[in-house]
T-cell receptor
Framework: SQQGEEDPQALSIQEGENATMNCSYKTSINNLQWYRQNSGRGLVHLIL?????REKHSGRLRVTLDTSKKSSSLLITASRAADTASYFC????????????FGAGTQVVVTP | NAGVTQTPKFQVLKTGQSMTLQCAQDMNHNSMYWYRQDPGMGLRLIYY???????DKGEVPNGYNVSRLNKREFSLRLESAAPSQTSVYFC???????????FGSGTRLTVV
């Protein structure tokens, strides 16, 4: 069963626009992570936010975490064509040692 | 190049055949994982190894076995392949459980 569910499933934007995707999860977590997957490639770790953090930035990425609502969002500012990829949230649950559970992902297409 | 190396990249098997997927990491990570990725379902954990000498089942272990050969290598074996095992298989590693994973580039397996 999937712990995280991303919304929307697909997102199409133009270069320069911001892209926002959301992740909801079910159980208490130690941390939540976001990964990117380019077509036909492995996943790449983008950012990790701990359960006691509310917001984190990394370059053009901004992640928020609301543990009371069991949700997170990933914002990519000033999108580029190279940001075209699938984005996955993954949760490290309190009661499930070290094993990340992944959602089904959001497919983002950025057109020039 | 530092990272996670998977072999082979592509494989076609006939139903009932066996094969071993190889994975090696050179980042001195303690934990290693095998996931499968199917369309629309995200990644599902097959087996993991918290540290050298230990292995444990994940969400979908049936039909698979694993060996943590040493700290670097973690192999996945299909004893009698079935069409339901057609998938893309990813190996990943992390310094400690539940933190950022480094993924290999995947093995695309087709069972006919």
């Amino acid at each position: 069963s999937q712990q995280g569910e991303e919304d929307p499933q697909a997102l199409s934007i133009q270069e320069g626009e911001n892209a926002t995707m959301n992740c909801s999860y079910k159980t208490s977590i130690n941390n939540l992570q976001w990964y990117r997957q380019n077509s036909g490639r492995g996943l790449v770790h983008l950012i990790l936010i701990r359960s006691n953090e509310r917001e984190k930035h990394s370059g053009r990425l901004r992640v928020t975490l609301d543990t009371s609502k069991k949700s997170s969002s990933l914002l990519i500012t000033a999108s580029r064509a190279a940001d075209t990829a699938s984005y996955f949230c993954a949760t490290a649950s309190v009661d499930s040692w070290g094993k990340l559970q992944f959602g089904a992902g959001t497919q983002v297409v950025v057109t020039p | 190049n530092a990272g996670v190396t998977q072999t082979p990249k592509f494989q076609v098997l006939k139903t009932g055949q066996s094969m071993t997927l190889q994975c090696a990491q050179d980042m001195n990570h303690n934990s290693m994982y095998w996931y499968r990725q199917d369309p629309g379902m995200g990644l599902r954990l097959i087996y993991y190894s918290a540290s050298e000498g230990t292995t444990d089942k994940g969400e979908v272990p049936n039909g698979y076995n694993v060996s943590r050969l040493n700290k670097r290598e973690f192999s996945l074996r299909l004893e009698s392949a079935a069409p339901s095992q057609t998938s893309v298989y990813f190996c990943a590693s992390s310094l400690v459980g539940g933190h950022g994973y480094t993924f290999g580039s995947g093995t695309r397996l087709t069972v006919v």
